[in-house]
């Protein structure tokens, strides 16, 4: 399977006056703000950590529902929550908190599978970052 997929991101001025938007292909954000305040302080708005944090959890969380099917089980809710760091200019540990009931299931069989799904997310595999995950079967 292969395909493609965009967003767009347009900024106008300096880097701590200027303002910008960012869009994507779906519309899910359709000129959604970003600015320094978004980024690096309390604002209205989105930022590059904040989207690295949303698609880490969603691609995550996906791959671990597949690999769970895979085995026999079908879950009936997994939260993950993604806590990006950044530091020094640099983005230096995701935490992936993941919560899960999955009937049947064994609180080792469960960590094994989200251990796996850590290492093989597309969007794990893509960061350069130290990746840590805590596993709790609901």
């Not at 399977?1 to 292909?25: C, D, H, L, V, Y």
């Not at 969603?58 to 529902?65: A, I, K, N, V, Y």
């Not at 599978?113 to 350069?128: G, Q, V």
């Amino acid at each position: 399977m292969k395909f493609t997929r965009r967003a767009n991101a347009n900024w106008k001025g300096t880097g701590m006056e200027g303002k910008g938007t960012i869009s994507t292909q779906s519309t899910t954000l359709d000129n959604a703000q970003l600015s320094f305040k978004t980024r690096f302080d309390e604002g209205v708005g989105t930022n590059p950590e904040e989207l690295i944090a949303a698609a880490h959890s969603g691609c995550f969380t996906m791959q671990l529902s597949f690999l769970l099917s895979e085995a026999g089980f079908t879950p009936e809710d997994l939260n993950t929550e993604a806590k990006v760091t950044f530091e020094d200019g640099s983005i230096t540990l995701i935490q992936l908190i993941l919560k899960g009931s999955v009937p049947g299931i064994s609180a080792d069989e469960f960590e094994k599978a989200a251990h796996k799904a850590k290492e093989i997310c597309p969007i794990s595999k893509l960061l350069n970052t130290t990746i840590t995950l805590s596993v709790e079967l609901i």
